[in-house]
T-cell receptor, first 114, second 111 residues
């Protein structure tokens, strides 16, 4: 399986501020994704992180709120902008190894917005 | 787009019993069906997957079956143990496309 590391593991943030989550993957990973998991809920795809170009966002998620970068093959960031309590969630970085469909997850970043 | 339904939402069994979790999908073109286990506070872990060219796959105490005609697939856990207690998610995708997850099943195995 792929090795996926993300940080911070958790943070408590004030309303109106922004937080950037970093994700580092090993060289097996070719595709990178960001998911959100609200408490007790399933995993919802935010966007596909594309190397060197704009991310591909899913319905309900926009670049102004969740800007994503992927400057190289093994690194990506997700920023949660102008946070509100509704953004309190676990944000998960994930990576695919190229074998069709297989996806591995980082440990997640648990955000609490006060 | 793809829609994945998962049942039951909660499943309680006694240690040693079998557990079955079922999922249905909507897009007949989907061809990859993984199952993830998520322990409390941990990342989702891929435990088994099946592709549309096979009907069943087994790995020790866990197995997955796929019925393409009916568009459903199931996870079977035999001889359950307390450490099997977790939330299990099914998912579906088409080739290299993104995964669509079910809502999850909380499995509780009592000693």
């Amino acid at each position: 399986s792929a090795v996926i590391s993300q940080k911070p593991s958790r943070d408590i943030c004030q309303r109106g501020t922004s937080l950037t989550i970093q994700c580092q993957v090993d060289s097996q990973v070719t595709m990178m994704f960001w998911y959100r998991q609200q408490p007790g809920q399933s995993l919802t795809l935010i966007a596909t992180a594309n190397q060197g170009s704009e991310a591909t966002y899913e319905s309900g998620f926009v670049i102004d709120k969740f800007p994503i970068s992927r400057p190289n093959l093994t690194f990506s960031t997700l920023t949660v902008s102008n946070m509100s309590p509704e953004d309190s969630s676990i944000y998960l970085c994930s990576g695919g190894t190229g074998r069709a469909g297989e996806l591995f997850f980082g440990e997640g970043s648990r955000l609490t917005v006060l | 787009g793809e829609n994945v339904e998962q049942h039951p939402s909660t499943l309680s069994v006694q240690e040693g019993d079998s557990a079955v979790i079922k999922c249905t999908y909507s897009d007949s073109a989907s061809n990859y069906f993984p199952w993830y286990k998520q322990e409390l506070g941990k990342r989702p872990q891929l435990i088994i997957d099946i592709r549309s060219n096979v009907g069943e796959k087994k790995d020790q105490r866990i197995a997955v079956t796929l019925n393409k005609t009916a568009k459903h697939f199931s996870l079977h856990i035999t001889e359950t143990q307390p450490e099997d207690s977790a939330v299990y998610f099914c998912a579906a995708s088409l080739g290299y496309s993104t995964l669509t997850f079910g809502k999850g099943t909380m499995l509780l195995v009592s000693p």
